[in-house]
């Protein structure tokens, strides 16, 4: 196939986002000889302009809160360009009762480049769910099969860690770990004490030099954005080696709005917005990878319907597409540590996230829920910030030199944390499109339906008493107030807050019941791959974004060989 | 401590020689040292002006809102206080931009004038010291509005206030250096965790 002479405009891959996924697949595909095509929704991303690493709040004049104070709802106006749980001009509506939160970032990178960097297996057991527990699916590929590809990943992309043997939470190829900050100290001893396992984590982030990029200089804010690429993002670790092969050609400001198929039912070409001319344009290519995040992977195939082959949108026979979203099962709570209040001044930064965490410790065990959560955690001596001392000033009230006094005490004093379990799969959760909205591109939206079910709640509230016994154990105060009654129990969040939706076109053995095989391929059309969290059969308590570049790899290699078979 | 402290300077240095040496960095020498001459600007400009004009509250309102930020964090023998730390700019530039500050500020400082021309016959910033405190010591407290209703609004726009004016104080180098926060800078190896104190 790549020996074929193209017009210029005739592509060998057409790969639909620049995130984990497509980023994974540019590499891979592109390094395999592959001419690609990439269309990114959003603009190109400016490392050395855009991040704002090393910025104090005060060298802006919003502080960090950004206009209007606007910004604190996406994680304030420090974070990575472009992250957003609202876009201008490009919404998605919630169907009565539920409540999905959609955060993304059309951007090169996607949300790679201000992602949480942790970089966790999936178990095998995580892949045999049915087999497991009766609830679910099982995956149409073992651990075994996967095992190959997260060494590659991590690899190539640098991940920290320890080898532990935790059957939950299994070891990959590490770099070492980052020393414990105070606060993770004194937490690993409380969980000693309770039974609970706590090791250092696994981000993506350098602590020695590899593939040319350089180690982490511990300024704590990896989420800015990583001038160094000392951390993972997709736009400066994936992309630059499929450029510099020659054979990648990014196209930004593009919108996907269509994927054609020829009379066969072979995907031929992609409709796009281009955003920038605002007007319509198309792309032919001889395979598609479509990894735009999972929903808006799924809202792509689901709009992709005017042929006549596909009336319920492209790879869609089995009426999958868009059911089986899940995200992580999320409850957060703080503790407040008397004895930290004696620490001295000293450099708490470290990496931009824990190095230390829970992975889930009860699997020995029969629990009042199925599955498991971890627990991530942090606090202590962080760089200031706009909200800091709102929770001190609803509790102490007052003005004047003795709020100084308060705040001086209390600084560093507090540790966070943050539950991330496993959701269950449920009828009435998915998304579909509205019948009556479309964007500013005039492409219909997403609708969402989502609901907790009581394993989730369970899980929650099983996180919250540990959050407590952790903090009491430590001798803190455990300062977050859950009830099992309200819109919220035990403090869980809403759908899609913790940004791991995934499921939405999920592969398996049946073509009557999924959408993709185990190699990321529509069953129903043999040239068109998904490769975002989409494909996900479950959700485990781990982050997605290291399964879905595993995945991803995996899912090119396969293209690779197919191509070169002449079947694609 | 054993660990070496190095300069942004330094470090851009050192990525242009990553850079330079082929590696897949983005970043090249030029851009680099760019970026800090764009940092050292904003450093610069960034300072507390004299002549402040404020962008929406009134030039007696931006009195008043100075005085109230000077008590919520005043100078003491630490530290200077919230005024100097650009607070008030802070609170005035994101209230110009948002409407619901426009009326939980705005609004509120209008009520205060009100309540203190019932009460004293004067407005809060011609009011004498101990009269800004008299009220300032009623507004601070939730459990005043419990004992006195005509209270609740006040001790609302305070809250948020005081909220604000914390984001202003300790987002500034001021503020940052009172709480004795160490960090944002570049480490060749992170140290961990200083002996803990007996």
Same mark, same amino acid.
């Given at each position: 196939? =790549?020996?074929?002479?193209?017009?210029?405009? %005739?592509?060998?891959?057409?790969?639909?986002?620049?995130?984990?996924?497509?980023?994974?697949?540019?590499?891979?595909?592109?390094?395999?000889?592959?001419?690609?095509? @990439?269309?990114?929704?959003?603009?190109?991303?400016?490392?050395?302009?855009?991040?704002? @690493?090393?910025?104090?709040?005060?060298?802006?004049?919003?502080?960090?809160?950004?206009?209007?104070?606007?910004?604190?709802?996406?994680?304030?106006?420090?974070?990575?360009?472009?992250?957003?749980?609202?876009?201008?001009?490009?919404?998605?509506?919630?169907?009565?009762?539920?409540?999905? %939160?959609?955060?993304?970032?059309?951007?090169?990178?996607?949300?790679?480049?201000?992602?949480?960097?942790?970089?966790?297996?999936?178990?095998?057991?995580?892949?045999?769910?049915?087999?497991?527990?009766?609830?679910?699916?099982?995956?149409?590929?073992?651990?075994?099969?996967?095992?190959?590809?997260?060494?590659?990943?991590?690899?190539?992309?640098? $991940?920290?860690?320890?080898?532990?043997?935790?059957?939950?939470?299994?070891?990959?190829?590490?770099?070492?770990?980052?020393?414990?900050?105070?606060?993770?100290?004194? $937490?690993?001893?409380?969980?000693?004490?309770?039974?609970?396992?706590?090791?250092?984590?696994?981000?993506?982030?350098?602590?020695?030099?590899?593939?040319?990029?350089?180690?982490?200089?511990?300024?704590?804010?990896?989420?800015?954005?990583?001038?160094?690429?000392?951390?993972?993002?997709?736009?400066?670790?994936?992309?630059?080696?499929? !450029?510099?092969?020659?054979?990648?050609?990014?196209?930004?400001?593009?919108?996907?709005?269509?994927?054609?198929?020829?009379?066969?039912?072979?995907?031929?070409?992609?409709?796009?917005?281009?955003?920038?001319?605002?007007?319509?344009?198309?792309?032919?290519?001889?395979?598609?990878?479509?990894?735009?995040?999972?929903?808006?992977?799924?809202?792509?195939?689901?709009?992709?319907?005017?042929?006549?082959?596909?009336?319920?949108?492209?790879?869609?026979?089995?009426?999958?597409?868009?059911?089986?979203?899940?995200?992580?099962?999320?409850?957060?709570?703080?503790?407040?540590?008397?004895? &930290?209040?004696?620490?001295?001044?000293?450099?708490?930064?470290?990496?931009?996230?824990?190095? !230390?965490?829970?992975?889930?410790?009860?699997?020995?065990?029969?629990?009042?829920?199925?599955?498991?959560?971890?627990?991530?955690?942090?606090?202590?001596?962080? !760089?200031?910030?706009?909200? @800091?001392?709102?929770?001190?000033?609803?509790?102490?009230?007052?003005?004047?030199?003795?709020?100084? %006094?308060?705040?001086?005490?209390?600084?560093?004093?507090?540790?966070?944390?943050?539950?991330?379990?496993? !959701?269950?799969?449920?009828?009435?959760?998915?998304?579909?499109?509205?019948?009556?909205?479309?964007?500013?591109?005039?492409?219909? $939206?997403?609708?969402?339906?989502?609901?907790?079910?009581?394993?989730?709640?369970? %899980?929650?509230?099983?996180?919250?008493?540990?959050?407590?016994?952790?903090?009491?154990?430590?001798?803190?105060?455990?300062?977050?107030?859950?009830?099992?009654?309200?819109?919220?129990?035990?403090?869980?969040?809403?759908?899609?807050?913790?940004?791991?939706?995934?499921?939405?076109?999920?592969?398996?053995?049946?073509?009557?019941?999924?959408?993709?095989?185990?190699?990321?391929?529509?069953?129903? $059309?043999?040239?068109?791959?998904?490769?975002?969290?989409?494909? /996900?059969?479950?959700?485990?308590?781990?982050?997605?974004?290291?399964?879905?570049?595993? &995945?991803?790899?995996?899912?090119?290699?396969?293209?690779?060989?197919?191509?070169?078979?002449?079947?694609? | 401590?054993?660990?070496?402290?190095?300069?942004?300077?330094?470090?851009?240095?050192?990525?242009?020689?990553?850079?330079?040496?082929?590696?897949?960095?983005?970043?090249?020498?030029?851009?680099?040292?760019?970026?800090?001459?764009?940092?050292?600007?904003?450093?610069?400009?960034?300072?507390?002006?004299?002549?402040?004009?404020?962008?929406?509250?009134?030039?007696?309102?931006?009195?008043?809102?100075?005085?109230?930020?000077?008590?919520?964090?005043?100078?003491?023998?630490?530290?200077?206080?919230?005024?100097?730390?650009?607070?008030?700019?802070?609170?005035?530039?994101?209230?110009?931009?948002?409407?619901?500050?426009?009326?939980?500020?705005?609004?509120?400082?209008?009520?205060?004038?009100?309540?203190?021309?019932?009460?004293?016959?004067?407005?809060?910033?011609?009011?004498?010291?101990?009269?800004?405190?008299?009220?300032?010591?009623?507004?601070?407290?939730?459990?005043?509005?419990?004992?006195?209703?005509?209270?609740?609004?006040?001790?609302?726009?305070?809250?948020?206030?005081?909220?604000?004016?914390?984001?202003?104080?300790?987002? =500034?180098?001021?503020?940052?250096?009172?709480?004795?926060?160490?960090?944002?800078?570049? /480490?060749?190896?992170?140290?961990?965790?200083?002996?803990?104190?007996?």
């Amino acid at each position: 196939m =790549s020996q074929v002479i193209r017009s210029p405009k %005739q592509h060998d891959v057409c790969i639909i986002g620049s995130g984990a996924g497509g980023g994974a697949a540019a590499k891979v595909l592109t390094e395999g000889g592959l001419n690609c095509v @990439m269309l990114e929704a959003g603009p190109d991303v400016h490392p050395e302009k855009d991040f704002k @690493m090393f910025m104090w709040p005060y060298e802006s004049p919003h502080r960090g809160a950004g206009v209007g104070g606007h910004a604190h709802e996406n994680f304030g106006e420090f974070l990575a360009p472009n992250g957003a749980w609202h876009i201008e001009g490009e919404p998605y509506t919630s169907a009565p009762g539920s409540d999905f %939160q959609w955060f993304r970032s059309r951007i090169v990178g996607g949300r790679t480049n201000h992602w949480g960097r942790i970089a966790l297996r999936f178990a095998p057991i995580d892949f045999k769910s049915k087999t497991r527990d009766g609830l679910g699916d099982d995956w149409p590929i073992t651990y075994d099969d996967l095992a190959p590809y997260y060494d590659k990943v991590e690899s190539y992309i640098g $991940v920290f860690g320890t080898k532990e043997n935790v059957p939950s939470a299994p070891d990959g190829v590490f770099l070492p770990p980052p020393k414990p900050r105070c606060t993770e100290l004194a $937490v690993k001893k409380a969980c000693d004490k309770l039974g609970i396992i706590c090791i250092p984590s696994r981000l993506a982030i350098l602590t020695k030099s590899i593939n040319g990029r350089l180690p982490c200089h511990y300024c704590g804010q990896c989420g800015r954005g990583c001038i160094t690429a000392s951390n993972f993002s997709s736009s400066q670790v994936f992309l630059p080696p499929a !450029m510099k092969t020659g054979k990648l050609t990014l196209i930004t400001n593009a919108m996907a709005r269509e994927i054609l198929v020829d009379k066969d039912g072979k995907a031929t070409a992609v409709s796009y917005i281009d955003k920038t001319t605002r007007s319509e344009k198309r792309i032919n290519a001889r395979a598609i990878v479509v990894a735009a995040s999972a929903c808006e992977s799924a809202r792509l195939l689901l709009n992709s319907k005017s042929s006549s082959l596909f009336p319920t949108g492209l790879a869609n026979a089995s009426g999958t597409v868009g059911k089986y979203l899940t995200d992580s099962v999320g409850s957060n709570g703080y503790g407040y540590f008397p004895q &930290l209040e004696k620490m001295p001044p000293h450099n708490h930064d470290g990496v931009g996230g824990m190095h !230390m965490y829970m992975p889930w410790w009860k699997f020995d065990r029969k629990n009042d829920f199925p599955r498991g959560y971890h627990i991530e955690f942090g606090g202590g001596r962080e !760089m200031p910030g706009v909200g @800091m001392f709102n929770a001190l000033n609803r509790e102490e009230e007052g003005y004047g030199v003795s709020l100084k %006094q308060r705040a001086r005490k209390v600084y560093g004093c507090h540790i966070g944390f943050a539950g991330r379990g496993e !959701m269950i799969p449920n009828p009435d959760t998915y998304c579909e499109i509205d019948p009556d909205v479309v964007d500013q591109w005039g492409i219909p $939206v997403l609708r969402f339906h989502f609901k907790w079910s009581d394993y989730e709640l369970l %899980q929650a509230k099983d996180m919250q008493e540990t959050f407590k016994a952790i903090v009491e154990t430590m001798g803190g105060e455990y300062k977050t107030r859950t009830s099992i009654h309200g819109e919220l129990p035990f403090g869980i969040e809403p759908g899609g807050r913790i940004i791991h939706e995934v499921g939405t076109a999920r592969m398996g053995a049946d073509p009557k019941t999924s959408v993709l095989n185990g190699f990321c391929q529509a069953h129903d $059309v043999k040239n068109l791959f998904v490769t975002d969290g989409a494909p /996900l059969v479950t959700n485990p308590d781990k982050n997605p974004t290291l399964t879905i570049m595993a &995945l991803s790899w995996r899912a090119s290699e396969y293209l690779l060989d197919e191509a070169r078979k002449g079947n694609i | 401590m054993a660990n070496e402290s190095i300069s942004r300077r330094d470090i851009l240095r050192t990525l242009a020689v990553g850079a330079a040496a082929g590696s897949v960095l983005r970043v090249i020498p030029a851009e680099a040292a760019e970026y800090v001459h764009q940092m050292v600007h904003k450093e610069k400009s960034a300072s507390p002006a004299g002549n402040y004009t404020p962008k929406y509250f009134s030039a007696a309102q931006y009195a008043a809102l100075l005085a109230l930020c000077d008590m919520i964090i005043p100078k003491d023998e630490k530290s200077g206080g919230a005024v100097e730390a650009g607070a008030p700019e802070f609170i005035d530039l994101l209230t110009s931009e948002n409407d619901k500050f426009q009326l939980r500020l705005g609004g509120g400082l209008f009520w205060l004038d009100g309540y203190c021309t019932d009460h004293y016959g004067k407005v809060f910033l011609e009011c004498t010291p101990e009269q800004k405190k008299e009220v300032l010591d009623l507004i601070a407290f939730r459990k005043n509005a419990k004992q006195d209703p005509s209270l609740s609004q006040g001790v609302s726009f305070f809250a948020f206030l005081r909220n604000m004016t914390c984001d202003g104080y300790y987002t =500034s180098k001021t503020g940052i250096a009172d709480l004795g926060y160490i960090g944002n800078t570049s /480490l060749r190896e992170f140290p961990g965790c200083p002996p803990l104190p007996e």
